[in-house]
Antibody, heavy 113, light 109 residues
Framework: EVQLVESGGGLVQPGGSLRLSCAVS????????MAWVRQAPGEGLEWLAN????????YYVDSVKGRFTVSRDNAKSSLYLQMNSLRAEDTAIYYC??????WGQGNVVTVSS | QAVVTQEPSLTVSPGGTVTLTCGSS?????????PYWFQQKPGQAPRTLIY???NKHSWTPARFSGSLLGGKAALTLSGAQPEDEAEYYC?????????FGGGTQLAVL
């Protein structure tokens, strides 16, 4: 059974940082692209970032370029999202998603003073 | 970045058939865009119905199918059930990056 367990969300002040983690099991993590997706309250889904199988290729939506960094540790079957310079508009539920469309449970990030 | 367009809302009668579409501002949608379709009900996380144009997961009801139709990605629901009332999102890939459509609110009435 494929499982994605996310952690690391919470409340952070504007300008602060958070690191999200996504631990994956049930499939060969190192063989698949992974993605981060978010959903702001009352809004639609927004794709944030992709990372290829070995981590050599990373792609970002313009709104997070230079602030967010996606990475992976294939030895630990884990995906990460380092979020810096957070803004109020980054408040959302953050999901990790596999190439075949398995989703994590979501992680709430709230940016507020 | 590209803009992905979906019908904002659609209505289907119980037992009826409806097709949701997903277009790209860059031109025709092809299999190279690896189209995905997601269903989201209020208060729930999204779940994937279709990946890579037409592939289903074990949990995808047989009444849902994915295809390419008229230069767009399409999700067809045949034999709509009340529980299919939900928001549906498509996702297209563009050489590494990706873009969601704005979503289609589907009513089963």
């Amino acid at each position: 059974e494929v499982q994605l367990v996310e952690s690391g969300g919470g409340l952070v002040q504007p300008g602060g940082s958070l690191r999200l983690s996504c631990a994956v099991s049930g499939f060969t993590f190192s063989s698949y692209w992974m993605a981060w997706v978010r959903q702001a309250p009352g809004e639609g889904l927004e794709w944030l970032a992709n990372i290829n199988e070995d981590g050599s290729g990373k792609y970002y939506v313009d709104s997070v370029k230079g602030r967010f960094t996606v990475s992976r540790d294939n030895a630990k079957s884990s995906l990460y999202l380092q979020m810096n310079s957070l803004r109020a508009e980054d408040t959302a539920i953050y999901y990790c998603v596999t190439d075949m469309g398995y989703w994590g449970q979501g992680n709430v990030v709230t940016v507020s003073s | 970045q590209a803009v992905v367009t979906q019908e904002p809302s659609l209505t289907v009668s119980p037992g009826g058939t409806v097709t949701l579409t997903c277009g790209s501002s860059t031109g025709a949608v092809t299999s190279g865009h690896y189209p995905y379709w997601f269903q989201q009900k209020p208060g729930q996380a999204p779940r994937t119905l279709i990946y890579h144009t037409s592939n289903k997961h074990s949990w995808t009801p047989a009444r849902f199918s994915g295809s390419l139709l008229g230069g767009k990605a399409a999700l067809t629901l045949s034999g709509a059930q009340p529980e299919d009332e939900a928001e549906y999102y498509c996702l297209l890939s563009y050489s590494g990056s990706a873009v969601f459509g704005g979503g289609t609110q589907l009513a089963v009435l």
